[in-house]
């Protein structure tokens, strides 16, 4: 069986309400087979996972979807196991994959996605759906026994993706610090995924969702930008 994912780069636009951008196609994606999602609030670190979960069930449940967080369940493993599809919210990302080895459900989780099960992920959450969370934006506040992530694509995703530089600011630019990046990773795509943008893996295609583009990087390539309407399956290979 394929897998399906629909990956976010954010999880509110400006001026926007929670996932407003994305309604469509979270419920595209899930179609009306799915009763409930598991939630997993693991990137929260400023609020409570239970004041996480209420935020994401108040917008699903809006869809028409239940919403069960997996930290409010007795059985993780069991938990995952009879899961209709899977939500991994965002946040920090090194809180969110040193949690995942800390509860052993990181193999559980990417066997169950690998196998056909609806994968939901927005910024951390769409970090974790990559080989490792290196192009994360997030300061490492915690340490995970590893960077290495889900992998359930062969790319990296650099969410929140921008190439604004502010006035008289001497720091490293997003496009930089991604260069360092791919030096010592030059085998390896990543995608600047703008904010309101998606990706979506179904039927062993990858698309780009939304009105913007989406820009490619790799090292010793030349840097490109992709709508749409064009093939990125590219990024599959």
């Known amino acids: 069986m394929s897998k399906r994912l629909l990956l976010l780069s954010n999880s509110r636009n400006y001026g926007g309400a929670y ?3 994305a309604e469509k196609e979270i419920k595209n994606f899930l179609g009306s087979n799915i009763k409930e999602v598991l939630f997993i609030p693991f990137a929260a670190v400023r609020f409570s996972y239970n004041e996480y979960t209420n935020i994401v069930s108040s917008k699903f449940t809006e869809l028409g979807y239940s919403v069960r967080s997996i930290h409010q369940t007795n059985n993780y493993t069991q938990a995952i196991e009879n899961a209709q599809a899977i939500v991994v919210g965002g946040g920090n990302t090194f809180q969110l994959l040193k949690c995942f080895y800390e509860t052993n459900i990181l193999e559980l989780v990417r066997n169950r ?9 927005w910024s951390a959450g769409s970090n974790m759906a990559c080989p490792t969370i290196k192009t994360t934006n997030d300061m490492p506040i915690t340490e995970p026994p590893s960077f290495n992530a889900l992998g359930l694509i062969p790319f990296q995703i650099n969410p929140h993706y921008t190439e604004a530089i502010l006035a008289n600011h001497q720091g490293e630019t997003r496009d930089e610090r991604l260069a360092e990046f791919l030096v010592l990773n030059p085998s390896i795509y ?7 943008s998606l990706l979506q893996l ?3 295609r990858l698309e780009l969702l939304g009105e913007k583009t989406l820009k490619v990087l790799r090292q010793g390539q030349e840097i490109k930008e992709y709508t749409s309407k064009d093939s990125i399956e590219f990024l599959m290979n």
């Open 202 to 204: 179904s039927n062993n």
């Open 19 to 21: 996932l407003a951008h």
């Open 113 to 121: 996605v690998n196998n056909g099960l609806p994968y939901i992920g």
């Open 190 to 196: 990543v995608v600047g995924l703008r904010e309101g």
